[in-house]
């Protein structure tokens, strides 16, 4: 497949993410418009992120952030996603963002058998913030755990080091924060 031809195809998933419930933005981007920093790594390690280690989807589990750079340099487009979901309980808020957060999740996962199904063989999708497909993760306390959705488990976007924020910026999607809608991102790199 030519260029031409492989970004005429992907624009035929910017379309069907933007069919989809709650996705608000739906862009074809250049893979050098990603921004990969250790520092968000570190922030997974050492903020106190309670599903650092015991998910499966999550680091250590994942590949380390120089490992991602060097598959990252293989891919030369994505499809960056947004989906914005209202939260309506702001004294229990969590079960409402984890809610949207598996909705993209969804969606994120059928973004990428759809590239497969268009001649990206090597399609990979990653989610916004950590994997909620099990109420209890198995890595949560075996270390030698296997995921029990492998096929449509992901990890996130932070989890491979990407600076959300940073690439949001780069490629002119702005992101806001409020108490009354959450906003996940995620992508399907394309190569």
């Given at each position: 497949m030519d260029m031409l031809a492989?970004?005429?195809?992907?624009?035929?998933?910017?379309?069907?993410?933007?069919?989809?419930?709650?996705?608000v933005e739906a862009k074809l981007i250049h893979s050098r418009d990603i921004v990969v920093d250790e520092r968000v790594r570190f922030?997974?390690?050492?903020s106190g992120c309670r599903d650092y280690g015991g998910k499966l989807m999550c680091p250590p589990h994942t590949p380390g952030v120089d490992e991602f750079k060097k598959i990252l340099s293989n891919y030369y487009m994505a499809v960056l996603v947004?989906?914005?979901?209202?939260?309506?309980?702001?004294?229990?808020w969590e079960p409402e963002t984890d809610r949207w957060a598996l909705q993209l999740h969804d969606i994120i996962y059928k973004l990428e058998k759809k590239a497969f199904s268009l001649g990206f063989p090597f399609a990979a999708g990653?989610?916004?913030g950590s994997c909620k497909l099990c109420k209890d993760c198995p890595g949560e306390n075996d270390t030698?755990?296997?995921?029990?959705?492998?096929?449509?488990?992901?990890p996130s976007?932070?989890?491979m080091g990407i600076?959300?924020?940073?690439?949001?910026?780069?490629?002119g999607i702005k992101v806001e924060f409020s108490p009354t809608k959450v906003i996940w991102t995620g992508m399907v790199l394309l190569a």
């Open positions: 492989e970004v005429e195809k992907a624009k035929e998933l910017v379309d069907m993410a933007l069919s989809f419930n709650g996705i922030q997974c390690s050492y947004q989906l914005e979901g209202a939260i309506v309980n702001k004294d229990n990653l989610i916004g030698n755990a296997k995921c029990l959705h492998r096929e449509k488990a992901r976007m932070e989890a600076d959300v924020l940073s690439t949001c910026k780069n490629t």
